[in-house]
Structure formats: C-alpha cells, structure tokens
C-alpha cells in the first residue's frame, strides 16, 4: 500500500484493556496466596498486576498484516474488577489507519483467535483462577479501552503538527469509530485539547474510548496505572447500577402489591422489599468504605501533577456522573423503602384499631345475650 500522506508507524505499543467483574470483591489472603507477595499491603487501591505472559499478535487490515509480539498482563482491582492487558509490539511498517481499522473489524489475532474471542477464553480463565471452584455471578457488563504509543513514525512531527496535519484520523481513534462521518471541527478540537501530558514535547491524548501517546517515556506506567483504575471505578459503577436496577424492579412490585393488597404486611412483599433494600445498602457500604477515597486524587497520590492528571481521567470518563447515578438510586430506594414502611405500618394500625373495637363490642355484648 502507498503511504505517501497517510501517517505510518515503524514501532510503537497498542495497549488494548479489557476491564470485567470478577465477582464481587476480592479477599486479600486470597490474593496474596495468589501472586505470593505482600504487594496488596502497598497497592491495595490500585489495580495489582498478578501474572503475565507471552503471545504471538496478528494485525490484519485488508491484505495488510503484520506479525508482532504480544505480551499479556492480568491487573486485578480487589474492590471487584480485573483488567486483561495485552501489549502488542510493533516494529513493522504499518499505517495509523489500518491499525484503526484491524481494532474495528475485530482483525487483531492474539494466540490464534480473534481478539474477542482470546479476551472471553482468557476472561473466563481467569475468574476461574480467582474464584476457584465456586458458583459465581458474574456480570456481563464490560468496559475495552485502547492505548497507542507512537515511538518511530512518519512523516517525523512533533506534538503540535501531528495534531495539526492528522487532527481528523487521530480523533477518530479517540473516538472508537471507523465510520465515513464527517468530523466537526469543534469535535476535534475537543479531543486533540485533551492532553494529559507533563512536558510541552510529550502527547497523551485522552478520551472516553483510548489514549494517543507520544513520549512520556519516565511517567507513562504511571500514568497508565491511574487510567487503569479509573476504568476500574467506572466498570464497578456500572455494575452497581445494574444491581440496583434489578433490585429496583423488585421494589417496584412490592409498591404494586401494597396497593392491591389489604393484607399487605401479611404477604412476603415485605420481606422481598427488605431484602432489596439490603442489598442495596451493602453496595451503598461498599462505596463509602472503600470507593469513595478513591474518587479523591489527593488519596491516591501525593504528587501534584498526578493529582491533576487523575482527575482529568475520572472526568473524562464521566466516572463522577456514574457515582451520582447510583447514589441517587440507593437514595430513592432508601425512601421507597420508607413509604412502603409507613403505609404498612398505617394498615396494621387500622386492622389493630378494628380489632380493638370488636373486642370493646363483644364485651358489651356478652352480657346481653347471656340475659
């Protein structure tokens, strides 16, 4: 293919992070048992990089494709969600826009299957590995991201002009898509002004789909571990709020009944309420005992830069917008759970009501009948 005009890469990393739930939090015995070390103690609130291997990538695009090598990382967050990380090396010619595309078309051969067919078999080996023998829930929800390092490319630019000449392709892999659209102008500006970088040289392009990295080379596995658990934050936000969804349902119907039904608290609509409500304050525990010091960057580093930089990720992903989502629910049904308590409470108050005045009437009547 001719590459005259189309931004190439001779070497650099494509990063692709697979986040997914494991099944609830994770006891730390078990970890360390796992990975026999006394890391969890110093990195608790990170993701904990438990194992690692080596694979053979294939990126394909059309009738272009490259061999590379892949290495392949499992980074587990206790709080309840693992991140599979596969590095691929590239050190062969390849075009910016193939590699957008072989993303896309799900073209990426990683261990003889297509990416997302290796991410589901090594998903499930995992949860395996961390959740030996047990029956486990797991949920479906899962978050992919996708980082790009460029190390040797052409046309040589620096930061500036790389935004500058291939605005439009680079917002297009920030932007997850492939598609003919016609970019806005405001659109690219809004993803190209996302640069998370420390030095005026260096380029790390966020975004709510992947990261475009140009140096950075003292500070990017830094970096990469705080987006690491910003996509771990959001992923459990979004598990969170589908438990509450469901529990929600439940609730729901418990309402319906109380309003159909006379007999309300004599029915198991009740305890169904309560059990919801339960569940739901245990994940209402969780966030306040554990996740909440999470979302304060001043908990997670005492670095000002990185303050900064973290921030700028849970922005990004909108990891706060999720967080009062969930909340709000829990609340909601925390008052559901309230009303449904005081209008079961008002019928039991009026059935003891009636009781009382029968037992009232049949003492004044049993004399009666007994003259």
């Known amino acids: 293919m001719d590459a005259s005009g189309d931004l190439t890469i001779f070497n650099g990393k494509l990063t692709i992070l697979v986040a997914f739930g494991h099944g609830g939090e994770l006891d730390k015995s078990q970890l360390k048992k796992l990975i026999g070390s006394d890391i969890i103690a110093e990195r608790w609130n990170k993701p904990i990089e438990v194992e690692q291997s080596e694979g053979v990538a294939v990126v394909a695009a059309g009738n272009e494709k490259i061999t590379c090598n892949a290495n392949i990382y499992t980074d587990v967050f206790i709080a309840g969600v693992t991140l599979l990380r ?20 799900n073209t990426i051969i990683v261990e003889g299957l297509d990416f997302q067919s290796f991410a589901n078999k090594r998903i499930n080996e995992i949860r395996e590995k961390l959740n030996p023998g047990k029956t486990v829930s797991y949920s479906p929800v899962t978050k992919r991201y996708t980082l790009l390092k460029l190390k040797e490319f052409a ?35 809004e993803k190209l002004a996302n640069d998370l970088s420390y030095y005026d040289e260096d380029l790390f392009l966020a975004s709510t789909e992947g990261v475009l990295i140009l140096g950075c080379e003292d500070y990017i596995k830094e970096l990469r571990e705080l987006l690491e658990l910003a996509i771990s934050l959001l992923l459990l936000f979004q598990i969170y709020d589908r438990k509450i969804d469901n529990e929600i349902t439940n609730a729901f119907d418990s309402i319906t009944k109380l309003r159909s039904s006379r007999y309300y608290f004599l029915t198991q609509a009740p305890r169904k309420l309560e059990k919801s409500l339960l569940k739901v304050s245990e994940i209402g525990l969780v966030i306040l005992d554990d996740i909440e010091d999470l979302m304060n960057p001043h908990k997670i580093t005492s670095d000002w830069y990185y303050h900064s930089a973290y921030q700028k990720m849970l922005n990004t992903l909108r990891v706060g917008e999720f967080e009062k989502v969930v909340q709000h629910k829990i609340d909601s049904l925390q008052e559901l759970y309230t009303t449904a308590r005081e209008l079961s409470t008002q019928q039991l108050t009026m059935i003891l009501e009636v009781a009382i005045v029968v037992l009232i009437l049949w003492e004044i009547l049993i004399p009666v009948f007994k003259i």
């Open 86 to 105: 596969t590095e691929v090396e590239i050190r062969d010619r390849v075009l910016f826009n193939d590699i957008l595309v072989a993303l896309h078309s």
């Open 155 to 189: 046309p040589k630019l620096d930061q500036k002009s790389l935004k500058e000449q291939y605005g439009e392709v680079i917002t297009r892999f920030l932007s997850g898509e492939t598609s003919i659209r016609a970019l806005h102008s405001k659109e690219i500006t």
